[in-house]
């Protein structure tokens, strides 16, 4: 490794670190679920959160968890999962489920399968008594998120650093908030990662393919667009914006 690789790597970890204080993603006692899916996502988190855990000065427990959905043709070595868990002194835990949808071009195979992952998250937060689960969505999943719910849903929300979910029992966090998609390809470049030995068929998400388009279409307006956005996120001035609309009584 070069000394730049260590320099980019070193800012990028830095990053991770600030996003956990800024957002207040990990306090004293948390026992954390990290989503391990053989992604370059779910490794760089959990290598981030591993190497965190040596220098922050608060106790919090890793385990590591993958969900296999058997009717998906996506694959992961689960030899090469727990090795990897097991260099980071992190346990491991595999997860299979299986799920049932209809032969319907309608259905969002890729949102059935989400969901159903993030289901058995839960799952696994009850057996293992965890009370938060790390997610390793990044800064432009935010931003592509949040154009296409303003699209789609005509609603100005996105993927928060920090989701409270039933009733305060979990939280979603995610670490990898402040980084976006070009610094982790270039971080799993650099510590050669493993890939998944097949990809998911499903994986081609033709609507957030489209926002990508128009973000780049923005960038050549704006290079800065990308950012501008994600802070557009933080910084809403509700005095600009319409009031809700009042429905209309059913009487």
């Known amino acids: 490794m070069t000394a730049d690789q260590e320099i980019f790597l070193k800012k990028a970890m830095r990053k991770v670190g600030k996003a956990l204080f800024q957002y207040e993603l990990i306090s004293e006692g948390d026992n954390i679920i990290v989503a391990l899916s053989g992604g370059k996502d779910s490794y760089i988190m959990l290598e ?5 855990k040596k220098y922050l000065p608060i106790d919090f427990s890793l385990h590591a968890v993958h969900v296999n959905i058997e009717e998906v043709p996506y694959e992961t070595d689960r030899q090469t999962l727990e090795d990897f868990c097991e260099k980071r002194k992190i346990p491991f835990h595999y997860r299979s489920v299986s799920i049932e949808w209809e032969d319907d071009p309608k259905l969002n195979r890729c949102f059935l399968c989400s969901w159903n992952r993030r289901k058995e998250l839960f799952k696994a937060c009850e057996d293992l008594k965890c009370n938060k689960v790390a997610l390793g969505h990044h800064r432009d999943d935010m931003v592509e998120t949040f154009l296409m719910n303003m699209i789609f849903q005509g ?8 989701l409270s979910m039933f009733d305060g029992q979990v939280e979603i966090i995610r670490p990898l908030a402040l980084l976006g998609e070009d610094k982790l390809i270039e971080f799993a470049r650099i510590m050669e990662y493993p890939t998944q030995k097949k990809e998911c068929p499903y994986g081609d998400d033709t609507k957030r393919n489209a926002v990508k388009n128009i973000i780049e ?17 933080s910084n809403p001035h509700a005095e600009y914006l319409f009031p809700e609309a009042k429905k209309k009584s059913s009487s």
């Not at 609603?155 to 920090?162: A, D, G, H, W």
């Not at 279409?217 to 996120?233: G, P, Q």
């Open 217 to 233: 279409e923005m960038e050549k307006l704006n290079k800065h667009a990308r950012n501008s956005i994600f802070k557009a996120m």
């Open 155 to 162: 609603s100005l929300s996105t993927m928060p650093p920090k």
């Open 48 to 52: 981030v959160l591993a190497d965190r």
